[in-house]
């Protein structure tokens, strides 16, 4: 399904929240040392152009090229700037702000967690109009529902990352109606029962490619799922199209695949760039 065509050295241990910024510009996060880096690709490496030491949970970049990230542990949603951070936008408190991400018709997603409460549910921010409007999450055999990650289709339509716990990736991914039916479950997937027999379903990360397929990152198998618009198991890529334990993902502006890794025998973190061919 795919074609590896690049493979770029990082120095990293980890490559999470890898994005987009503009054309040429990429952002990665390393969650062991809690610092984000804007690079390039450059005579086969990443060549950093800046550094912030922050620690964040998620973070998305918006429509001019800012970068937003939340931290797990407060209501805000920090702009990143070259010196630091400040405020974005606020959610309730006791309220505290996980998955974030902001769609290309200028919605901003905030993914929130209750602890007084225990509920959790998504935040959705109109930055045109500056008006919100909230969906409550769907548990699922028992789980905490914690919403980790969101990204979202052409039409509107989302996808959530929901984990059992704070300490593991395990869980499912839940794909929502935004508009008629605010909220509406469209589809539940919860892994493969081959993949995942031995060890649980760990979505880590997930990206949607511009024909609507869903791929998403498990971690504990270090598989990446390959999902169509229904969010029906289609094939699997990993180790046999030479990508080793992936971390996260990331489809750039000539919607090749970019696949960010955890460092591997020995080697430090890559960036895999992929051409996505059609499934059969």
């Keep these: 399904m795919v074609e590896i065509t690049e493979v770029y050295d990082t120095g990293e241990v980890m490559i999470?929240?890898?994005?987009?910024?503009?054309?040429?510009?990429?952002v990665m996060a390393n969650d062991k040392d809690s610092t984000i880096k804007q690079?390039?690709?450059?005579?086969g490496k990443c060549e950093f152009v800046k550094s912030i030491k922050v620690p964040i949970l998620d973070l998305t970049v918006t429509k001019e090229g800012h970068i937003l990230a939340s931290d797990g542990n407060s209501e805000v949603i920090y702009n990143l700037t070259g010196s630091g951070t400040e405020s974005f936008k606020s959610i309730v408190s006791p309220r505290k702000a996980r998955g974030i991400h902001f769609s290309g018709n200028q919605t901003l997603f905030v993914g929130f967690t209750d602890p007084t409460?225990?509920?959790?549910?998504?935040?959705?921010?109109?930055?045109?109009?500056?008006?919100?409007?909230?969906?409550?999450?769907?548990?699922?055999?028992?789980?905490?529902?914690?919403?980790?990650?969101?990204?979202?289709?052409i039409n509107g339509d989302i996808c959530v990352i929901q984990s059992e716990n704070f300490t593991t990736w395990n869980g499912i991914i839940v794909s929502y109606e935004i508009r008629p039916s605010l909220?509406?479950?469209?589809?539940?997937?919860?892994?493969?029962?081959?993949?995942?027999?031995?060890?649980?379903?760990s979505p880590r990360d997930f990206v949607i490619t511009s024909s609507g397929l869903v791929l998403t990152v498990d971690d504990l198998t270090s598989i990446i799922h390959v999902l169509s618009t229904s969010g029906n198991f289609l094939t699997f890529i990993g180790a046999r199209e030479g990508v080793y334990s992936p971390c996260s993902?990331?489809?750039?502006?000539?919607?090749q695949l970019q696949i960010g890794s955890y460092d591997t025998n020995g080697e430090s973190a890559k960036i895999y760039?992929?051409?996505m061919h059609s499934v059969t």
């Design 16 to 26: 999470s929240n890898l994005k987009t910024i503009k054309s040429e510009y990429f």
């Design 273 to 275: 760039v992929a051409k």
């Design 117 to 153: 409460s225990l509920e959790s549910g998504i935040v959705i921010f109109d930055m045109k109009s500056d008006q919100n409007q909230e969906i409550a999450l769907k548990t699922d055999s028992g789980l905490n529902c914690l919403p980790e990650k969101i990204i979202s289709y």
């Design 249 to 255: 993902l990331n489809v750039d502006i000539e919607g």
């Design 39 to 43: 690079f390039v690709f450059k005579d």
């Design 183 to 201: 909220g509406q479950v469209k589809w539940i997937y919860k892994g493969h029962d081959h993949i995942n027999m031995l060890k649980a379903f």
